[in-house]
């Protein structure tokens, strides 16, 4: 299984970024999907999830501003990112989630980077 997360970039407060990841497997449609953020000096969290039907959560940190969507029959999870703040500055990875909310899959992608600054 491959992820390769694509379209972070440099982006000042208040404005939009949206990110996309392809994810080589089998099967896609079947798992729930997340979005995790990694900062510097701290763990990597969900902050966007996904089910196998399109229902969505997000992290009270996001919440509002982020909207998270899928095509299975691309492989494609999305993440539409508005309002953007400096605290959104970080690097983006997504994977398929277990029931704990987890990320299931080894290796991770090598992520994409958003920075937020003005």
């Known amino acids: 299984v491959e992820f390769v997360e694509s379209g972070g970039g440099l982006v000042q407060p208040g404005g939009s970024l949206k990110i996309s990841c392809v994810a080589s497997?089998?099967?896609?449609?079947?798992?729930?999907m997340g979005w995790f953020r990694q900062q510097p000096g701290l763990p990597r969290l969900l902050i966007a999830r996904?089910?196998?039907?399109?229902?969505?959560n997000y992290a009270y940190s996001v919440m509002g501003r982020f909207t998270m969507s899928r095509d299975n029959n691309k492989n494609t999870v999305y993440l539409q990112m508005d309002s953007l703040k400096l605290d959104d500055t970080g690097l983006y990875f997504c994977?398929?989630?277990?029931?704990?909310?987890?990320?299931?899959?080894?290796?991770w992608g090598e992520g994409t980077q958003v920075t937020v600054t003005s």
């Open positions: 994977n398929a989630i277990d029931d704990s909310d987890e990320g299931i899959f080894r290796p």
């Open positions: 497997m089998g099967f896609f449609g079947g798992y729930r």
């Open positions: 996904i089910s196998r039907t399109g229902e969505t």
